[in-house]
């Protein structure tokens, strides 16, 4: 940490600091200079809690430079990871699509997803059977049923399941079920679900928060990892701002910057990124071409009569259409034929 | 809802969207325009949902009228409601305060805090023993520990106890203890959560999630009251802009806007707001003035060595001085000379 | 527009509210549902007022409908507009780059890069004579020496200047030098500046201002038209959000948005979008992935010693490469082989 | 400055580091630690300019530590300014009110506004004579007309006039009947109109931009101050942020921020704050409570015929009701019974 002082701060508030950054067990660096004195705190192990000095006479600003992170962090582990899941590979050369609808709405539906994704190459199907809603009036899902009719598809198509655990309660049933566990955007920073599935033996699908600072959600991977499950990989899917043209606005240069400070893969999710079917196949190429992981699009039957998020689900053959284009762009881009798979 | 169609969507474009509000059970109801035609949809009990016509071929955009809360609405109630915290009223001509402690570090400070409390005549305190934190590695409170300690305070002073729930697993335990049960900005849409403090026979403190919109937080508390607990006050507290200088945007203009949409209670908390302590003076005052029904303050015996937040906590002295500020305002403001209490 | 009226509205003040509607010389349709009543109005040939309704008794929101926009709207004109630039052409089928220094530092530095720029097949170079610059004391550009180097290498290379205009003073001069005029986002409703260029003859580049939401950058850009001058090319340099990784947030999005709602032309610029060379291009190749109709990029013969924006230039050589991507994905995205030039 | 080495910086990266801050004419400490090594950097006069150094190889961060302002700042005056405008002043103890319509509209409509004002004992009206409108299409103001109206008005009631600069060219006229320039919230770095007002010999209201930090607020009055016109006001008008529910996001808590960092007064516009007139009486408070040195409001005889802003004037008879309880509550901050004024 760097304790920035005022101009006018006297050499006894300078003394002082020193003094409480010592009684902290660190060591102070005094740096005068032509108009102030910065001092340097160097000997801790850890990150600073500025608590004890911010507010001292004198001190105008703490700055923090140590990042808060270590085991997602590059300096951690200097290679790019690599999540295997089923028979999908999150890392670097590879650009697999989870694809589904919303959520569970019933066998039927399912089942004609599922064979569309097996049919098509998709490696693994998003659907929740426990939805997150605004309004406790909304559909909120199917609960264990879903779960059933998710192990049945997975059983006959071979397809892998990606699906939402929203409380502690429910996890043991999903973890049986799914291939890999979805903590959804508004869970990011709930920290008892964040340990529970640190301790899951299924590689973890964090989503990014609405308002999260790209290092808040490393601290987010960090409790997982901090439990023992290193099999994490990030999603973003949209930030709130003040625009007003799209659900979310989808920060797309959140790619390169985590690919610079942490090791852990990470996708893109332009459904709930944009919000409109529409805008999802030029966000989906944009992802890929921007060097992300892998991406995450939901996809419905018959989105007009979806249970939920109807207006932002492409239609099978809308989706069909977007996997020919992003083969090709895969292909531009450096990646192998099969790099979708 | 309204459907507006494109200047250029054709009759029979029209003669669909029509069609397909029929088919929902609803009336649509066609405006021809001098440029397009707008289509209102009545008949309905509650909010529509856009899904089904919001991506047919000429709808320009849909519009939504009703308001999607009901019980926290005033069109539901329309006199304020009054919510009682041991001898404390949250509700028209009162200006309760909660004072303490980020966090109990330890039965000393907590026992000094308290008796400081009765003293100054401030109701309830408020101090975690379960923390949410950033980071894994940062102090995450004393726990069960922390819950008896609060409750020896509250047998030896008579001060009422608001203390943060993170989870359902502690959430007996807590509500044993507490007189008020306070869900974190982090959780407000933790919808496990949320229907567990639904159930609780204690009055429950939701704070604003740092990017929820009013919407948003009120169907938060419609969650609770759905449940069968009616006895919400809600509590701003920052929201994330891209203002820099303050730890969050303290959006002080969500007092009249919450008190004209909900008959629930709305308190202002100006230490998280701001995140420094010599902001918080200016801030409460602005809150009483702009007529919140209440206070949560962040007080320690020595900031300097807090284990959290040390930055935004007053001082006992300090918090001495506003108190007396404080009291003046209420009087100019027209509350009685008790509405601190 | 459409009055909402609230659930307690009494009859006579929706009659009220009618009445102000016909005395606005509109026409009212009042349609009573369940809940509560909701007037559309209609017969207005422009958008409507919203403030002498909505502060009436009873009423609870004015939603507008019409879009305020319109020789900018697709429903003023459904073909897309392309715009020529020198050798250049900004519209569908084509992907033309502006790249150069932030600023004129020198001629010899010009030259250069202006060589570069023809032997590589890059039509149009930018950079400022006059530059906006936070601080009044940072480097304000050389002025009329600038735009001398500038005419000096267009005559030399055959490259097209692209260069900004900041004041009404000055625009003269620059006008006959520059082959396209830049309207920077700090100015995006400098309304006296938007009028001068749209009595230029020289195509417009519009940058969207830090915080412009859509609407308003389209009306910015009706400003121009209404002057008489339609050859505006859009472009998005990032928006400000609460994230802090990188300089700006780009918004990627905005593209299909843009290109849904108008018939303008938008390119991206990903430099100041993003505040980091490292990060342009993976932003730059999901800008054309996207579906941009062109981009704009910061280059430097010495990054390292530039006298503004220095982080965010690429240098020549990175730059190459960079390009020599771009013309890979073009061609995997539909575009001809010269789409860049 | 300080420079933040990465973990796994190489002894060569930190000494070509420091070469390159020696080259720079200024002075590296270099202070090795636990993980990594930081640089700072002394014998630097004014800011220094990452852009050399943040893209060097091992370098993970540059974080600034020099404040970019020096005129505004508390370290150039610690004292408090007041501003004298006609009667009124701006400073320390003082809560004068500039009030009056958004536009010029007719003399009549003028008039009665002005002899309100002076009968009220408000000191300065605000009305614009040349108006900023999204839209090409709506109400501009009156123009040469408009200040001929304010100068009657001032000259009869000698109520002082503030109104709006938009542009160099009308400065000169404005200059003459203005007793203070207003330079928007759009224009809040319009460069050469900064420059032009910091020419002038009358006090400038410098509002807020909508997106604008602290830092580019007080750079862009530092742009006045330099022109030497010491004579500023800084006016809060809110900012953009996701909230809906609002105009605009009234961030109050700026008012202690800017008072700690500047000597110069700044008071709050809570009706362009949030754009309705029944939240601006809690939000004056508010401001008053706060320790705002001042207040601007709008108020119109008949709002719901406005021409523009109509929704978020106050009536003359509700502005009346709101000074009373504003010194009411002035008495109770500690402020002279006449302070108002």
Redesign the interface.
Request: hydrophobic share 35%; aromatic share 4%.
């Given at each position: 940490m760097?304790v920035?002082m005022?101009?006018?701060a006297t050499e006894p508030q300078v003394e002082r600091v020193c003094d409480?950054i010592r009684a902290m067990g660190f060591r102070p660096?005094a740096?005068?200079?032509?108009?102030?004195t910065?001092i340097?705190i160097?000997?801790?192990?850890?990150?600073v809690?500025?608590?004890?000095?911010?507010?001292?006479p004198g001190v105008a600003?703490c700055?923090r430079?140590?990042q808060?992170?270590?085991l997602v962090g590059r300096?951690f582990r200097?290679e790019s990871s690599s999540i295997r899941v089923g028979r999908a590979v999150f890392g670097p050369g590879h650009f697999p699509i989870i694809a589904g609808p919303c959520a569970v709405e019933n066998e039927a539906m399912i089942m004609t997803v599922a064979h569309f994704l097996k049919e098509h190459g998709v490696p693994l199907m998003r659907a929740g059977a426990y939805k997150?809603?605004?309004?406790?009036?909304s559909f909120q899902g199917l609960g264990v049923e879903g779960l059933d009719i998710l192990a049945k598809a997975r059983a006959v198509t071979g397809v892998g399941i990606v699906t939402e655990v929203?409380?502690?309660?429910s996890a043991d049933r999903i973890e049986e079920v799914a291939d890999m566990l979805q903590v959804g955007a508004?869970?990011m920073?709930?920290?008892?679900l964040l340990r529970r599935v640190g301790r899951a033996r299924k590689p973890v699908l964090l989503k990014r928060g609405?308002?999260a600072?790209?290092?808040?959600w490393l601290?987010a991977a960090?409790?997982i990892l901090?439990e023992g499950n290193d099999q994490v990989v990030l999603c973003e899917r949209g930030?709130?701002?003040?625009?007003?043209?799209?659900r979310n606005?989808?920060?797309?240069?959140?790619?390169?910057?985590v690919q610079?400070l942490s090791h852990l893969p990470i996708i893109v999710d332009?459904s709930h990124?944009?919000g409109?079917?529409?805008?999802v196949p030029?966000?989906a190429?944009?992802?890929?071409?921007?060097?992300a992981n892998g991406l995450m699009v939901e996809i419905h039957p018959d989105?007009?009569?979806?249970l939920?998020?109807?207006?932002q689900s492409m239609t099978l053959g809308g989706f069909d259409e977007l996997l020919a284009k992003l083969r090709?762009?895969a292909?531009?881009?450096g990646l192998k034929s099969d790099s979708l798979s």
């Open positions: 760097l920035v005022s101009c006018d409480v660096n740096m005068p200079g032509a108009n102030r910065a340097g160097t000997g801790n192990p850890g990150p809690d500025p608590g004890p000095i911010e507010m001292l600003q700055i430079v140590t808060p992170h270590k300096e200097t997150p809603r605004t309004s406790p009036y929203m409380d502690v309660e508004r869970n920073q709930n920290f008892a609405i308002a600072t790209v290092e808040e601290m960090e409790y901090n930030i709130r701002s003040f625009a007003d043209q799209t606005t989808l920060d797309l240069s959140v790619v390169p910057v610079r332009p990124g944009t409109r079917r529409d805008y030029p966000m190429a944009a992802a890929l071409a921007a060097g989105p007009n009569h979806a939920s998020d109807g207006a090709q762009l292909t531009a881009c």
